[in-house]
């Protein structure tokens, strides 16, 4: 079993940034991408990002182009995304995730997942 625990969200006014953290115990050699999912109230769970753990292959969603930066510090078993110029839209409980190899989007193709961090923008 993989534990992820995120950590870093919090309330913060639009144009800011924030960096999430995720950080990954127990079985860590058996996930090899992290991703990052997030939910806006009302609405659907999402993709976000996601990175190989082994590779330097990443892919965002449309959404997330420009201003979401994905990375990792597998020293610390640790995730990270970096958001800028934070929009009311990004509000939503933000969800680390991992799987064991290949990059995907799909909430179904990832079979750990973390309790979430919430994201509060202000306007």
């Known amino acids: 079993q993989v534990q992820l625990v995120e950590s870093g969200g919090g309330l913060v006014q639009a144009g800011g940034s924030l960096r999430l953290s995720c950080l990954a115990d127990g079985r860590t050699y058996s996930i090899n991408t992290m991703a990052w999912f997030r939910q806006a109230p009302g609405k659907e769970r999402e993709f976000v990002a996601a990175i190989s753990r082994t590779t330097d292959n990443k892919r965002y969603a449309d959404s997330a182009q420009g201003r979401f930066s994905i990375s990792r510090d597998n020293a610390k078993n640790a995730l990270y995304l970096q958001i800028h110029t934070l929009k009311s839209e990004d509000t939503g409980v933000y969800y680390c995730?991992?799987?064991?190899?290949?990059?995907?989007?799909?909430?179904?193709?990832?079979?750990?997942w973390g309790q979430g961090t919430q994201v509060t923008v202000s306007s």
């Open positions: 995730a991992a799987r064991e190899s290949g990059i995907f989007s799909g909430r179904d193709d990832y079979a750990y």
